[in-house]
T-cell receptor, first 118, second 114 residues
Framework: AQKVTQAQTEISVVEKEDVTLDCVYE???????LFWYKQPPSGELVFLIR??????QNEISGRYSWNFQKSTSSFNFTITASQVVDSAVYFC???????????????FGKGTLLTVNP | DTEVTQTPKHLVMGMTNKKSLKCEQH?????MYWYKQKAKKPPELMFV???????INESVPSRFSPECPNSSLLNLHLHALQPEDSALYLC?????????????FGSGTRLTVV
């Protein structure tokens, strides 16, 4: 079984603040993939990043950065100098084999609602 | 074309109606998915198709009937739904069943059952 925990239900910051969204996962697989998605009020899921279990290299993309640590089963996401347009629900997700061992399933955390105030 | 297209964007249906949701992709992806998302909740997996065959059914009630007529199309047939089935229905695809290249999601169909 696989599980993704996003302990922060809601976060509210003022524009230009840095904010970190936490994600902790559980899986028995040795090969798995981790994702972050953004869901604005319009509803579409916007892909942000994918990491496989063998690649612990941290990544920076503009104002976004991700810290993947297998030792703590965490895949945290930081937004630097937040902007109002960053306001959305952010989901961490894990793709691993289902209980039958033959299909990959994407399991989402409960999401973190980020509100960036002007 | 790097999109997953879902139609309609909005649907209101009565509990005795029969309707269908449609999902289309032309990225050559051979795995396709239906997710259901209630308000303020994460998406929940309903069905997975791999190479046009149903590979996962997450114990979804039979009033939801998926169909994959070809590698580009995925339908979800709806019949005798309940008001609690009102939700955002998301379709996704991936290039391989192993999801090496990640998932592409459509913008969803907002379904309201009255």
């Amino acid at each position: 079984a696989q599980k993704v925990t996003q302990a922060q239900t809601e976060i509210s910051v003022v524009e230009k603040e840095d904010v970190t969204l936490d994600c902790v996962y559980e899986t028995r697989d040795t090969t798995y993939y981790l994702f972050w998605y953004k869901q604005p009020p319009s509803g579409e899921l916007v892909f942000l990043i994918r990491r496989n279990s063998f690649d612990e290299q941290n990544e920076i993309s503009g104002r976004y950065s991700w810290n993947f640590q297998k030792s703590t089963s965490s895949f945290n996401f930081t937004i630097t100098a937040s902007q109002v347009v960053d306001s959305a629900v952010y989901f961490c997700a894990l793709s691993g084999l289902d209980s039958g061992g033959s299909n990959y399933k994407l399991t989402f955390g409960k999401g973190t609602l980020l509100t960036v105030n002007p | 074309d790097t999109e997953v297209t879902q139609t309609p964007k909005h649907l209101v249906m009565g509990m005795t109606n029969k309707k269908s949701l449609k999902c289309e992709q032309h990225m050559g992806h051979r795995a396709m998915y239906w997710y259901k998302q209630k308000a303020k909740k994460p998406p929940e997996l309903m069905f997975v198709y791999s190479y046009e065959k149903l590979s996962i059914n997450e114990s979804v009630p039979s009033r939801f009937s998926p169909e994959c007529p070809n590698s580009s199309l995925l339908n979800l047939h709806l019949h005798a739904l309940q008001p609690e089935d009102s939700a955002l229905y998301l379709c996704a695809s991936s290039s391989l069943a192993k999801n090496v290249y990640g998932y592409t999601f459509g913008s969803g169909t907002r379904l309201t059952v009255v």
